[in-house]
């Protein structure tokens, strides 16, 4: 067999959630990327994110399309249900997963080859719907699997690995969720944990889709100087504009911040999140002015990070459809058949 | 069969109508079929319409047939003439001894003149300009005065269509009056001017009882409806849109809450059709019982999506309303020419389960079948209906739904199964017949699994090994083999004595069926299977092999049926004789006959022959 099992190795202090389960219970198989990966770095916060929200590990559905990123699914969560469909077409699946059972958590990860090329049709779309869903890009600017090919979000004059310009704009998948209407639309990267986590748990909690648009970088193809997707380069280019707290129901807001620097977000369950405003002139609910700001960043070569919008009323794919509360798949036969009856009656129409 | 003025036709004759699109006429054709329907004679109604809104041609058929028939009749006996565009070539059109009815307000005897034809004028416009007020109101009575001039020649009972006007008309009776007034109009002037009825005429029977007229697509929403589908996704294209705007139209009428407003099914507008048989796959992945509906340039973008279904295993119904191709080919007409890419959609050791009704009846009957087919089988299955089946009007018999049916959700796992193994292992084959068990999220912390399109072995994990590929492989293999056990059967209609046959599928059997009966009366009698399910069961292979020439009948170029028995049977080709009807118009039981007749008596004029 070539896929390993991961060992479970527990021990009687480990911390455990609400179900009394450890964060080992929300690991996957072990990884087969390359060593110091930033996926890696995603697939523990994932893991912590999963863990720390308490989720039926067997009510966690975990989607991807192809793609190094879209292996990481296998990666975390090894409790819960995995899809695996086939290039840049996770969003389509999502939508069927979830239109048939409205009440599982659905994680997709994604990559910017996955998303922003072959995917860009079906992403625009599940924002349209704003799908109940997280939706990870592992974003890297490369081909990884493929060995090295510029992504559609590598950046102008950015370089390849051997040397060569790349002289198309990016596309960039933050500015485009916030003008298609999305609900969520966070940036972060692998390397900040600490970011990282608490904006995962605020997409579980979130009703709608979810966009976390995660800086990852490519330690085999895009780590290079002249990479604008390197360590080096990410932890110098990047600013957290709104930092996230997740708090969790019932619990009290520890922490006091100084007035105008912090706005509460009441989720749909009563959980909330905290946005503590690293910028106190940045409004994430303002879709006008926050484009403007990431622009601007963009503009001296910063990438903002944070929650940089959220809309937290927008409907979601079922309230748009006026679906029952229980999942359609879980409908009786005997709701869902009309019976002969109403076929005799309906004939009428036909003669 | 052309016949001489004096003939007496009684309810076996054709009317075509030939109008322009956007004008109104598709109302007042359906009057008149259902006026001949309620007289208790069956009827056959085609439509040939442009892939256009308004302004193009069109032509509506009614085949008024006391014997039954189910097809074409490939000729027009009275032709209703209201667009001078196409004058010339509906003059062209009528088979000798006819008729040929226009507006005669522009008179055109120079023009419209052939000595075998009885050429009527009716001034619609005129008679129509002088009792309505309004350009729109005008055009749209003149249309509903024709059926009126119809009524009159053909004999119509005119109690039978005020008491349609009224069912049609139960929310605006003003238009009743309006209707019944333009309709007056047009029977009094053809009693008056002409002897009526005509020797084509109508006279009422007693066969259309238990009988309803329905098209295909309507019929397969409504046997999604009550499969219990609750999920349909979709991408608008002709001839499958009417398919999900009947299950939306069902739907909102027999599955939403009355307390709570909520409704029982999603429809989902998909981007794109790679998007629309994603969301039926992810549904189906998740349990629920989810369908789309399309026709040829939406299933080849289907195609990478069908061969993960296949391989990962998850349950898909696809109907594809067939059209004219290759690529976007003509939208607005018939054809079976996607019997081949349907087979063996996606890349890869890949094959799909296809059905292939005949009628609406059975457009009704498969989409129920094809989702228990679908679970059962853990795979795609495509209904190959087509624009023929899909969007004409037929005579049926009522449709009926059995109360003891229940889904056959195939093996899933419940909780309580899950709690009881050991460990789930998804793609292992526990029953020897191909078919794995299955598990749904958020049922059971066992029940867990990864599906993919990458390589994976019995177990469900991911593999390179060749070993265990080949094992997965292997046994969708038998599977496929159990497949072949489950499809609908083929319907044999078969004489020991007799070593001719014809095979043909969907929408081609009225023709056959005709036919046959045409050419038993010449003396040449042929034994007949009509194919409804792919892979081919064994009665497909024993009846193959009891025939010395089997003609196959089908509507494509290219035999696409005729290579999939070459392929998937062990038949010797050169006793398999096509019969190939691919223009776009339905295949009519004399095109049949001919065919079988220029070999069998090869002074007859051939039709087209492959092999």
Avoid at chain 1, 287 to 316: K, V, W
Avoid at chain 2, 18 to 44: D, E, H, Q, W, Y
Avoid at chain 2, 430 to 442: A, E, S, Y
Avoid at chain 2, 467 to 488: M, N, S
């Amino acid at each position: 067999m070539t896929f390993m099992a991961k060992p479970k190795v527990t021990h009687p202090e480990m911390p455990r959630n609400a179900l009394g389960m450890t964060r080992r219970d929300y690991e996957g198989a072990n990884s087969t990327l390359c060593a110091g990966c930033g996926h890696d770095s995603i697939t523990a916060a994932i893991v912590e994110a999963c863990w720390a929200s308490a989720l039926e590990p067997h009510n966690v559905v975990k989607l991807s399309g192809i793609g190094c990123s879209s292996k990481t699914t296998a990666y975390f969560v090894s409790g819960g249900h995995g899809f695996n469909s086939v290039h840049g077409r996770m969003p389509s699946i999502a939508t069927g997963a979830n239109a048939a059972n409205r009440n599982l958590t659905y994680i997709g990860v994604s990559g910017d080859g996955d998303t922003l090329s072959i995917g860009l049709g079906q992403f625009c779309h599940a924002i349209r719907r704003n799908l109940n869903m997280v939706y990870v890009i592992e974003n890297n600017g490369v081909y990884g699997l493929t060995k090295g090919q510029f992504s559609a979000s590598a950046d102008l004059g950015s370089t390849a690995k051997k040397g060569e310009v790349n002289n198309q704009p990016p596309i960039d998948p933050v500015q485009l969720a916030i003008t298609l209407g999305a609900s969520f639309v966070a940036r972060s990267f692998s390397g900040d944990k600490a970011q990282l986590v608490p904006l995962l748990q605020a997409a579980i909690h979130h009703q709608g889709f979810g966009l976390l648009d995660v800086i990852s970088p490519c330690v085999t193809f895009n780590d290079h100087e002249g990479s604008t997707r390197s360590y080096a380069y990410t932890r110098e280019h990047y600013e957290e504009v709104v930092h996230t707290d997740f708090v969790p129901l019932a619990s009290e807001i520890a922490v006091e911040y100084a007035a105008g620097t912090s706005q509460s977000v009441t989720m749909h369950d009563g959980s909330r999140i905290l946005l503590r405003k690293v910028d106190a002139q940045y409004d994430p609910s303002d879709r006008a002015s926050a484009l403007q700001a990431i622009q601007q960043h963009l503009q001296r070569n910063e990438h903002l990070t944070g929650l940089l919008y959220i809309g937290s009323d927008q409907p979601e794919l079922h309230a748009l459809n006026s679906t029952p509360d229980l999942a359609l798949n879980q409908l009786p036969y005997a709701k869902l058949n009309p019976g002969p009856q109403a076929l005799a009656k309906l004939m009428a129409r036909f003669r | 069969m052309p016949g001489s003025k004096a003939q007496e036709r009684v309810n076996d004759f054709v009317i075509k109508i030939a109008s322009v699109n956007g004008t109104g006429s598709a109302s007042a054709n359906g009057l008149l079929m259902k006026a001949i329907f309620r007289s208790g004679v069956p009827v056959v109604g085609k439509n040939y319409f442009p892939s256009n809104i308004q302004g193009l041609p069109t032509w509506y058929e009614i085949r008024v047939t006391g014997d039954g028939h189910r097809a074409r009749a490939g000729q027009v006996d009275i032709m209703i003439a209201l667009n001078a565009e196409t004058y010339a070539r509906d003059l062209a059109e009528v088979a000798s001894g006819g008729y040929f009815i226009y507006d005669s307000t522009w008179p055109r005897p120079a023009l419209l003149r052939r000595e075998d034809l009885t050429v009527i004028g009716v001034p619609l416009a005129q008679l129509c300009n002088d009792s309505f007020k309004g350009v729109r109101t005008r055009i749209l009575m003149k249309n509903i005065c024709y059926a009126g001039v119809l009524a009159g020649l053909c004999n119509l009972d005119l109690d039978l269509i005020r008491t349609l006007l009224a069912e049609t008309y139960a929310k605006k009776p003003q238009l009743v009056d309006a209707n019944m007034k333009a309709i007056a109009l047009g029977y009094d002037y053809a009693r008056a001017h002409f002897s009526c009825p005509l020797p084509l005429r109508v006279e009422k029977m007693d066969a259309t009882r238990g009988h309803i007229i329905i098209d295909g697509n309507t019929a397969a929403a409504l046997g999604c409806v009550y499969a219990g589908a609750t999920v349909g996704a979709w991408y608008p294209i002709t001839p499958s849109t009417s398919l999900m705007d009947a299950y939306k139209g069902f739907c909102d009428k027999l599955r939403v809450d009355a307390d709570s407003g909520r409704k029982n099914y999603i429809m989902i507008q998909a981007e794109d059709e790679l998007a629309a048989v994603g969301m039926v796959i992810g549904a189906s992945w998740n349990g629920a019982r989810a369908f789309t509906a399309t026709s040829g340039p939406g299933l080849s973008l289907m195609q990478e999506f069908l061969g993960l279904a296949y391989y990962a295993e998850v349950p898909a119904v696809v109907f594809d309303i067939q059209r004219v191709g290759p690529s976007t080919g003509m939208p607005t007409r018939t054809q079976q020419g996607d019997i081949r890419s349907a087979a063996y959609a996606s890349h890869g050791d890949t094959r799909q389960v296809c059905l292939y009704p005949a009628n609406p009846e059975e457009c009704f009957e498969f989409a129920a079948k094809a989702f228990d087919l679908a679970e059962r089988l853990q795979a795609p299955v495509l209904v190959l209906s087509d624009l023929d089946i899909g969007m004409n009007d037929w005579v049926c018999p009522e449709l009926k739904w059995d109360e003891t049916y229940r889904p056959d959700r195939g093996k899933v796992l419940d909780a309580e199964q899950l709690g009881k193994i050991d460990r789930f292992w998804r793609y292992y084959d526990h029953d020897n017949d191909g078919i794995p068990q299955r598990t749904l999220p958020g049922v059971h912390p066992k029940g867990a699994y990864f599906a993919r399109g990458s390589g994976h072995n019995q177990y469900g994990g991911y593999t390179e090994d060749s070993k265990e590929y080949q094992i997965v492989v292997d046994r969708l293999r038998k599977k496929w083999l159990t497949a072949a056990r489950l499809v609908p059967k083929p319907i044999i209609e078969q004489d020991q004595r007799c070593d001719i046959a014809i095979i043909s599928l969907g929408s081609g059997d009225g023709a056959v069926r005709e036919a046959r009966a045409r050419l038993a009366a010449q003396g040449i009698h042929t034994n007949y299977l009509r194919v409804r399910g792919f892979p081919f069961g064994d009665e497909v292979e024993q009846f193959l092999q009891a025939h010395r020439i089997i003609f196959v009948v089908e509507q494509n170029r290219d035999a696409q049926l005729r290579s999939l028995l070459i392929l998937e049977t062990g038949v010797d080709k050169s006793r398999l004789r096509s019969i190939l009807h691919y223009n776009g118009m339905p295949i009519s039981a004399g095109y049949v006959a001919d065919g079988v007749a220029a070999v069998i008596t090869p002074q007859r004029p051939a039709a087209q022959l492959v092999g």
